[in-house]
């Protein structure tokens, strides 16, 4: 309803796109005009961000963990480390930012201390990833929880299948024992409370639905229940920059009156830094070519990074999120 509320507004608002109307052009055509219309608003606004507020970040420093993907992270010796890790860091190297945000949750389970033979981790609808896999080899246990085979929409990143055979999936060899995988709802985490010393969730809780986004909520609110004092909830989401409504992705306001604020013990590790840096700004894509992602050609994944999306009007990138339960 509301992406079609957003293209009634900007029609009616394009004289042009209303003549074309009136005067019966070709449907592909006015979509063809709408769409040009609607990636120039995109494109100011792009334009006015690295005019009006340029910013940077020093890849040689030690990462901030709150805050959004930037293309200078793939500099960074720490986290390409972590990327080596999971075997991620290709050659010559394809930057996607699943990439990044499972570097920056394994970053922060680091600095965290919880990487030990003592810990018990919770994946929240993490489908085929490959995180359960490398912390199987680091803690004591890892329960991956998903979907899995129950929504059409999502079977090709939790199928059936990897629920019944995990190893199938593994993209290097990982202690078996360490890692049990459940269908499970991440609204609905079937778990003692204070039972896991890390929880994550990437790219996730902002498709499990609710009006203002109450499904993120819901599965926040249960991952604070499960985690124990001074646990942490390593968190990566889809954030709109230029401050778009969406029924699903936050923005400026939303990912703290809807999520953030609404949250009892679960606090932010620092504070949330919500700038976007410029030569991230200078990768943007449309979402239906990073939707066949997969397919296309290396030589154009080479040298097109996949950190900052548009779709339509809306310009996306992922946000981490990290709290500890106080």
């Known amino acids: 309803m509301l992406n079609v509320k957003s293209k009634i507004n900007t029609i009616l608002h394009r004289p042009s796109i209303v003549k074309s109307i009136l005067y019966k052009r070709n449907i592909n055509e006015i979509r063809s005009d709408l769409d040009k219309i609607e990636n120039y608003e995109a494109r100011q606004f792009i334009s006015y961000l690295k005019q009006s507020f340029p910013y940077e970040i020093n890849a040689f420093q030690k990462p901030k963990l709150n805050r959004m993907c930037s293309l200078e992270d793939w500099n960074n010796d720490e986290i390409r480390r972590i990327l080596s890790e999971l075997q991620m860091l290709t050659h010559p190297i394809i930057i996607h930012r699943k990439q990044w945000e499972c570097a920056m949750g394994i970053l922060a389970m680091k600095r965290f201390n919880k990487l030990n033979e003592h810990s018990l981790v919770l994946g929240v609808a993490v489908g085929t990833e490959s995180i359960p896999f490398y912390l199987a080899n ?154 066949n992602w997969d397919n296309i050609d290396t030589s154009f994944r080479e040298t097109h990074p996949l950190i900052l999306l548009r779709s339509k009007t809306i310009l996306l990138t992922s946000v981490m999120l990290v709290f500890q339960k106080k």
């Open 138 to 291: 680091k803690v004591k246990h890892v329960y991956a929880t998903d979907l899995y085979g129950e929504l059409d929409k999502w079977d090709k990143s939790a199928p059936s299948t990897f629920l019944n055979n995990p190893k199938k999936y593994a993209p290097f060899p990982y202690r078996e024992d360490a890692l049990t995988v459940l269908k499970m709802d991440g609204t609905k985490l079937e778990f003692p409370s204070e039972t896991f010393d890390i929880a994550f969730s990437f790219s996730s809780i902002e498709h499990f639905g609710g009006e203002n986004h109450g499904g993120a909520l819901k599965s926040l609110k249960e991952i604070e229940r499960v985690l124990k004092k001074d646990g942490i909830a390593v968190i990566a989401t889809e954030y709109i920059i230029n401050d778009k409504e969406h029924p699903e992705f936050f923005n400026r306001k939303t990912i703290y009156s809807d999520l953030i604020d609404k949250l009892d013990s679960l606090k932010l590790v620092e504070p949330l830094d919500l700038r976007i840096t410029t030569k991230t700004l200078d990768t943007v894509m449309d979402i239906e070519t990073a939707a």
